[in-house]
């Protein structure tokens, strides 16, 4: 009888983790710890209409940090475009619009704008709290897994949410940039102004040559706007987690002050050759924004038609 008083004792006195939090859920793994179970205590306190940033600071401070660095750089922002909160194969918003809120306040971006988001702040931070299934798995896949680090030959954990240098946002921006923006002077040099916030691994990485495949969608639009939807195509070292190169999607548009990005996430070698197969090259093919992108006067415009093309760049 003393024995069960006493156990039940040491039990009142352990710490209540909220059902919501409750990590890894069916469907998940260790990897997804803690950014699924924080998606779910966030998703609560919305519910609930009490703010995010106690659930932040309690759970995820460290990432509250690397917020507030990237801040003070507002330049990283400035290097890409917006993305639409809803992924068209899943059938599903990706990620909560409060989170995504709370995100763009700590940055000091852009707010919302109803399905449309700052694709840098959602495309990091954000997808880390996307609780979508697809059938590629999980958003926070490309972060949480090392398979960008280990292919590109990088520091562990150079392009994951808790880097020993540097920030999420401000890794990925210079590594998505050092592969998509060489070619835009304006762009570039943006980078190496906002670069200095980024870790000395990707640094190296991202301000040398990059060799990589490039298939480019170009169409024309009202007024003499030409916008040039870019896919690069950075090759691993060795193949990581079953991938084989970085596809980083960015955009060159006339009516934009410099090239900006989009998104990065691992593919593998079938990917690439399906995107690149000459059938699909040439005059008068279809162009349509891709990976959740939002280009106005471009997304959901219809059946455009335009120039694709493929190549090897060297630089």
């Not at 990897?31 to 759970?59: I, T």
């Not at 040398?208 to 009202?222: F, G, H």
């Not at 990917?271 to 699909?280: D, E, I, L, M």
């Amino acid at each position: 009888m003393i024995r069960s008083l006493l156990l039940g004792a040491a039990l009142l006195t352990l710490p209540l983790v909220p059902l919501s939090a409750a990590c890894p859920a069916a469907g998940e793994a260790a990897e997804d710890c803690p950014w699924a179970g924080a998606a779910r205590e966030l998703a609560a306190a919305a519910d609930a209409g009490a703010g995010l940033e106690q659930v932040f600071e309690a759970s995820l401070p460290g990432l509250l940090a690397q917020m507030d660095k990237d801040r003070a750089t507002p330049g990283l922002l400035a290097l890409w475009g917006e993305s639409i909160n809803y992924d068209e194969l899943a059938k599903g918003e990706i990620v909560r619009p409060e989170i995504l809120s709370f995100i763009a306040s700590r940055l000091g971006a852009a707010q919302p704008r109803g399905r449309i988001a700052h694709a840098g702040l959602e495309h990091t931070y954000g997808y880390l709290f996307s609780l979508l299934p697809t059938k590629f798995g999980f958003k926070r896949a490309r972060w949480v897994k090392p398979d960008i680090a280990k292919g590109l030959g990088l520091a562990a954990g150079s392009a994951g949410p808790s880097p020993s240098e540097g920030t999420l946002l401000a890794n990925i921006t210079c590594l998505a940039g050092g592969i998509a923006l060489k070619d835009d002077p304006a762009a570039w040099a943006a980078l190496r102004k906002a670069g200095g916030s980024c870790s000395g691994a990707v640094k190296k990485y991202a301000f040398s040559a990059v060799k990589r495949a490039r298939l480019t969608e170009e169409v024309a639009l009202p007024g003499g706007r030409r916008v040039t939807l870019r896919t690069d195509f950075a090759p691993f070292l060795a193949p990581a987690g079953g991938n084989t190169h970085l596809l980083v999607y960015s955009v060159s548009d006339t009516a934009s002050a410099h090239a900006y990005l989009v998104t990065a996430f691992p593919v593998n070698a079938g990917f690439v050759q399906n995107a690149t197969a000459s059938g699909a090259l040439g005059k008068d093919k279809p162009v349509q924004t891709r990976y959740n992108a939002h280009v106005e006067g471009l997304t959901g415009a219809g059946k455009l038609k335009g120039l694709r093309a493929a190549a090897w760049l060297e630089k």
